[in-house]
């Protein structure tokens, strides 16, 4: 089960250990729920994928978590930002990000945003049949046009994005002509951009994507005289979040669409794209542990119900995809795990559960549970229900622990009425 945990995390005696931290420790100087970071794990993984890619570019998936201290640090990793909202830019701006390191998304930008993506020299992602007038009006320059090729990805339905009847991307038809218009406004096209859905489970459908796409640059340059210099893969390499769970490495991952895309290109004799891509989950999905204090415990007929002080509100992702977590008791980890428990959160809703059966020393109020592989889409899609601030975060490195995020407080929530 360790080995769903960050690269940092250790067990000593009887205790859970991340970057050289006690989880302990932790909870009681920062509170729970917390989202603890292992800085370690980001390094090695940004690093990981930018040498899988040689002389491509790893744009950060921002979405997945938009935080300053965290952008930071993938920025020092050479890692670029993909941002799809006003608000996640400025994440990304105060973080030192500029230019050419930023690619701005959305299916729906609006002008103010445009024109903010402007001003930074960003590369837009057009995703509207008339976002070229839109985005020549605001001053952009540099712009890359996202096409759906049809591709069903095998994840949940939800974050399936490559497939016909999409709401993201246009159909190639469609692709081809904005691409024109947006040529005929002066706009630099650098080139295509796909995005064939999150958390994927094999390389079949981006390889799948990639064969299509270098198509489509083929019909582009036989109709328009255009050659696409970039492809940018867009995100989508899994993580496990669960023992059950078994998903290829991300880094693997990248070797092979960089390779896809070099014999796809060749063989519709267009020159090798450069190559991009957009990890989120992958960069900083592993890196994140959610620890929970556990309150009540009940005991009923068929099930056990474990309470935690967080649920929905820090993570929706099992409301949401289904998605499967674990947990780890982390001050009680010598202890033979043996009462299966359902984790329940604190919110006012039956389908508030986050764990629907783990294996655990059988729990007791006042517990720490540590959950694996939440560092990613958790504290991003966190919301204020039932009137709960949103956690912290910390980064840890070496025995040291960093707030890059601080709880939110009642007042906090209070201050927005009027
Ligand atoms: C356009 C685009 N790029 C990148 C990502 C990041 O994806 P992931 O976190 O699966 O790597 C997403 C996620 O939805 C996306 O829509």
Redesign the pocket.
């Known amino acids: 089960m360790l080995d769903l945990f960050p690269a940092s995390a250790r067990i000593d005696g009887n205790e859970l250990l991340i970057g050289g931290m006690r989880a302990v420790e932790l909870a009681e100087k920062f509170g729970t729920p917390l989202v603890v970071y292992c800085e370690e794990t980001i390094r090695s993984r940004a690093q990981a994928l930018r040498g899988a890619i040689g002389n491509g570019r790893v744009v950060f998936?921002t979405?997945?978590f938009p935080n300053v201290a965290l952008l930071r640090l993938l920025r020092e990793q050479g890692i670029g930002a993909?941002v799809a909202s006003a608000g996640e830019l400025a994440f990304a701006r105060a973080a030192g990000f500029t230019g050419a390191e930023l690619v701005v998304?959305g299916n729906n930008k609006d002008e103010a945003f445009l024109r903010e993506a402007a001003r930074d020299g960003a590369t837009v992602v057009l995703d509207a049949p008339d976002e070229a007038g839109l985005a020549a009006a605001a001053g952009v320059a540099r712009a890359l046009v996202r096409v759906t090729l049809g591709v069903d990805a095998d994840t949940h339905e939800a974050?399936r994005?490559g497939h016909h009847g999409s709401k993201f991307g246009l159909p190639t038809g469609q692709a081809r002509a904005l691409v024109h218009d947006a040529l005929e406004r002066g706009i630099d096209v650098l080139g295509l951009h796909v995005?064939v859905g999150?958390?994927l489970a094999d390389f079949d459908a981006q390889a799948e994507t990639i064969v299509r796409l270098a198509a489509f640059a083929a019909s582009c340059r036989d109709e328009l005289g255009w050659v696409a210099r970039v492809a940018d893969l867009?995100?989508?390499?899994g993580i496990r979040h669960h023992p059950d769970e078994h998903v290829p490495d991300a880094a693997d991952l990248a070797r092979s669409a960089a390779e896809t895309a070099r014999i796809a290109f060749a063989e519709a004799g267009l020159p090798e794209p450069e190559l991009w891509l957009?990890?989120?989950?992958?960069l900083v999905g592993q890196a994140g542990v959610t620890l929970y204090r556990v309150g009540a415990v009940k005991r009923l007929p068929g099930r056990t119900w474990v309470a935690i002080d967080g649920g929905m509100s820090d993570n929706p992702r099992p409301q949401l995809y289904d998605a499967r977590y674990t947990a780890l008791s982390a001050a009680r980890t010598a202890e033979p795990a043996d009462e299966t428990v359902s984790v329940a959160g604190m919110h006012c809703e039956s389908g508030d559960v986050l764990i629907d059966d783990v294996a655990l020393p059988s729990p007791r109020r006042g517990d720490l549970l540590a959950v694996p592989a939440t560092g990613?889409y958790t504290l991003a899609m966190a919301s204020n229900y039932n009137g709960v601030g949103r956690p912290a975060a910390v980064l840890v490195n070496n025995g040291e622990a960093k707030l890059i995020r601080r709880r939110e407080t009642i007042d906090d929530l209070l201050c927005l009425e009027s």
């Open positions: 998936g979405k997945a993909d998304h974050i994005t995005h999150s958390q867009g995100g989508g390499f957009e990890p989120g989950r992958s990613a």
